[in-house]
């Protein structure tokens, strides 16, 4: 069965920094694009980055750009989300996605984890 299970979330201060990480497991995640969302309350859930599973693209949101760095471990089956210079408005749920298409679009994934609290708040 299909799994996607992230990690590495919590509360930090704004200018702060966290690195979540989502294990996949039931299938080989190399072959899938990769991509992490953010749902904040009341709002709709946005793609912030994704990576492509062909070239090692990347592709960013312009909210997180230049901030947030995607990455993947495919020996670990493992995607990583670095995100520097945390602002308040980067609190969110985060979840991370696998799915065909290279996009921040949600409808192009397939598989999606749980989610991991991020808050940024002093």
């Known amino acids: 069965q299909a799994q996607l299970v992230e990690s590495g979330g919590g509360l930090v201060q704004p200018g702060g920094s966290l690195t979540l990480s989502c294990v996949a497991s039931?299938?080989?995640?190399?072959?899938?694009?990769v991509g992490w969302f953010r749902q904040a309350p009341g709002k709709e859930r946005e793609g912030v980055a994704c990576a492509s599973a062909s070239d090692g693209s990347t592709y960013y949101a312009d909210s997180v750009k230049g901030r947030f760095t995607i990455s993947r471990d495919n020996t670990k089956n493992t995607v990583y989300l670095q995100m520097n210079n945390l602002k308040p408005e980067d609190t969110a749920l985060y979840y991370c996605?696998?799915?065909?298409?290279?996009?921040?679009?949600?409808?192009?994934?397939?598989?999606w984890g749980q989610g991991t609290q991020v808050t940024v708040s002093s």
């Open positions: 996605a696998a799915g065909w298409d290279f996009s921040l679009n949600r409808e192009s994934y397939d598989y």
């Open positions: 039931g299938f080989t995640s190399d072959y899938y694009a």
